[in-house]
C-alpha cells in the first residue's frame, strides 16, 4: 500500500519572515538568528504578520549595527570571540576590562580605601580600630593608590609586603586588614575576587605575655602624675582593671559606679562588642578617686592623643613620658601586666577571665599566665598608689 503524501503546509512571507499555516486557526512564524530557530505559533494570520513585522525590523536593526563595525573592528570581535570560547559575551569581557582600568564606575585603591574607612566608622567600628585600619590603609595608597582596585593582584600586595620588610605578626596584620578591604570589595561588586585571599596567614609560636615589672608600672606612673596628669585614670584603668586601650578611651566618669566598686565597660567600646562589670580593687580606687571628676571620659579618648603624650609631649629635658620614665612601651602592657599579677594574688583564672572580656578559654588564660609572676612581686604591685608630690622614677 501506498503512503500518502503529506500535503505541504501553506506558507505566507511577511517582512521578509516566513509564516507557516500548520493547520486551521494554527499560523507558525519561523526565524532564524544569531545560529538559533525560533518559532511561534498563533491562532490568527494578522497577529502572526504583526509579530513576523517586529522580528523583521529588529534583524534589519541588528544588521545596520553590523554594518556600523569598521572591517578592523568585526576582524577583532571575531578574534575576541574565538579567545573566549563561548565562555563569557563580548560585553561582559569589557566590563571586566573597564573596572581592572578604573572605568564605568571602578574605583582606584585610593578611592576604595576611603570608603572602606566610611564603611566601618558607619558601622559603629570602634575608634581604634578605624586608626589602625587607616594607618595601614594610607602605606599601601602612597605606592598603589592610582591603580584601579580591581587590577591588584596576590603579587601586587606579596611584593608590596616584601619592599616594606614587613614580616611576622606585623606581616599578618596587614595581610588580615588588607582582607578586609578587599572583601568589602567583592561584597560591593567592586572587585571580582579578593587578591588577599590566596596569601598564607602567618603562623607564630605561641609565646608568654611580656608584662611590665614593679618599678616600670611605678615609673610610669609617677611621670605621669608629674608631666600628664589628664593620662593617669586612663592608665591606672588599664594597669590596675586590665581595660584593652580602647576600652579605656572610650570610658567615661559616669560609667563608674563608686557604691558598688565597679568599672563598666561599654559594647561598643569592647572589642568583643559586650558590656562587663570590672571590680575595682583598692589600688585602683586610689588612683582613681584622686583624680574624680562627675562625668566625661576619664583621659583622652583617641589613639593619636594617647601617642602624643607618651612619645611627643614635653617633659622636663624629656620627650614623652616613656622616655621621662627610662622605660620602652609593650604593646597591651598594662592589661598583660594586671593579669599576670592578678592570677599570681588570687589563683583565679575563671574570674580573671570575666575581668577582662576574655573569650580565647580558660586553658589559654591559665598557660599564659600561671607561674609568670611571683605572689610577692604581686603583693609590691598592689602598693603601687598616687603620691602628693609626685617625682618621676627613672626605670633601668
Same mark, same amino acid.
Given at each position: 500500500?501506498?503512503k500518502r503524501?503529506?500535503?505541504?503546509a ?6 521578509g519572515?516566513?509564516?507557516r499555516?500548520l493547520?486551521p486557526?494554527?499560523?507558525?512564524v519561523? *526565524?532564524f538568528? =544569531?545560529h538559533k530557530?525560533?518559532r ?5 494570520? $494578522?497577529k502572526?504578520k ?5 522580528l523583521?525590523?529588529k534583524?534589519e536593526?541588528?544588521g545596520a549595527?553590523a554594518?556600523d563595525l569598521?572591517? &578592523?573592528?568585526?576582524?577583532?570581535a ?5 579567545i573566549?570560547k ?5 560585553e &561582559?569581557?569589557? !566590563?571586566?576590562?573597564a573596572?581592572?582600568?578604573a572605568r564605568a564606575?571602578g574605583?582606584t585603591?585610593a578611592?576604595?580605601?576611603e570608603?572602606f *574607612?566610611?564603611?566601618i ?5 570602634r575608634?581604634?580600630?578605624?586608626a589602625e ?12 593608590g592610582?591603580?584601579p582596585a ?8 606579596t611584593g608590596?609586603?616584601?619592599?616594606n620588610?614587613l614580616v611576622g605578626?606585623?606581616r =599578618?596584620?596587614?595581610r588580615?586588614c588588607y582582607?578586609?578591604v578587599?572583601q #568589602?570589595?567583592?561584597e $560591593?561588586?567592586i572587585v571580582?575576587?579578593?587578591?588577599v585571599?590566596?596569601?598564607?596567614a602567618? /603562623?607564630?609560636?605561641e ?8 618599678e616600670?608600672?611605678h615609673?610610669i606612673?609617677a611621670?605621669a602624675e608629674t608631666y600628664a596628669?589628664?593620662?593617669?585614670p586612663?592608665l591606672a ?5 586590665g581595660?584593652?586601650?580602647g576600652e579605656?578611651?572610650g570610658?567615661?566618669?559616669?560609667a563608674?559606679d563608686?557604691a $558598688?566598686?565597679?568599672v563598666?565597660?561599654?559594647?561598643e567600646?569592647?572589642?568583643m562588642r559586650r558590656?562587663?562589670?570590672?571590680d575595682m580593687? $583598692? ?9 574624680r571628676?562627675a562625668?566625661g ?7 593619636p592623643a594617647?601617642? #602624643?603624650?607618651?612619645? /611627643?609631649?614635653k617633659c ?5 613620658l616613656?622616655?621621662?620614665a627610662?622605660i ?9 601586666t594586671f593579669?599576670?599579677m592578678h #592570677?599570681?594574688t588570687y !589563683?583565679?583564672?575563671a574570674?580573671?577571665?570575666?575581668m577582662?572580656g576574655?573569650?580565647?578559654?580558660l =586553658? ?11 605572689k610577692?612581686?604581686?603583693?609590691r604591685y598592689w602598693?603601687?598608689l598616687p603620691?602628693?608630690?609626685s617625682? *618621676?622614677i627613672?626605670?633601668?
Open positions: 500500500m501506498k503524501k503529506r500535503k505541504a501553506p506558507v505566507f512571507t511577511h517582512a519572515i516566513n509564516i499555516q493547520r486557526n494554527c499560523f507558525q519561523d *526565524v538568528r =544569531d530557530r525560533e511561534k505559533c498563533f491562532d490568527d494570520l $494578522e502572526a504583526t509579530h513576523a513585522y517586529i523583521g525590523r534583524l536593526n541588528e549595527s554594518l569598521t572591517p &578592523a573592528q568585526r576582524m577583532d571575531t578574534r575576541a570571540l574565538g573566549l563561548g565562555d563569557a559575551s563580548l &561582559a569581557a569589557a !566590563q571586566l576590562w573596572r581592572q582600568n564606575g574605583l585603591v578611592a576604595l580605601g570608603r *574607612v566610611q564603611a566608622r558607619g558601622a559603629g567600628c575608634e581604634t580600630t578605624i585600619r587607616t594607618q595601614k590603609i594610607a602605606r599601601l595608597v602612597k605606592s598603589l592610582d591603580r580591581a587590577s591588584i593582584t596576590k603579587d601586587d600586595l608590596w609586603l616584601d619592599d620588610k605578626v606585623t =599578618d596584620g596587614y588580615r582582607h578586609a578587599f #568589602y570589595a567583592v $560591593e561588586k571580582d575576587l579578593n587578591p585571599a590566596a596569601i598564607k602567618f /603562623r607564630a609560636d609565646k608568654l605575655p611580656v608584662p611590665f615589672t614593679v616600670a608600672t615609673a606612673m611621670a596628669p589628664i593620662m593617669v586612663l584603668v588599664q594597669f590596675f582593671a581595660l584593652r586601650p579605656a578611651m570610658l567615661t566618669w559616669q563608674i563608686w $558598688e566598686k565597679t563598666r565597660v561599654l559594647p567600646t569592647s572589642k558590656a562587663r562589670h570590672v580593687n $583598692e589600688t585602683l580606687l586610689g588612683w582613681m578617686l584622686r583624680y571628676k562625668s571620659p576619664v583621659g583622652v579618648s583617641n589613639q594617647f601617642a #602624643y603624650y607618651m612619645t /611627643r609631649q622636663g629635658d624629656k620627650t614623652g616613656l622616655s621621662a627610662g620602652t612601651w609593650i604593646k597591651d602592657g598594662p592589661r598583660k593579669a599576670s #592570677y599570681a !589563683q583565679d583564672a574570674k580573671l577571665a570575666a577582662l576574655h573569650t580565647g578559654g =586553658d589559654v588564660l591559665f598557660r599564659h599566665y600561671r607561674g609568670l609572676t611571683k610577692t612581686e604581686a603583693a602598693q603601687i603620691h602628693v608630690e617625682k *618621676v627613672q626605670f633601668g
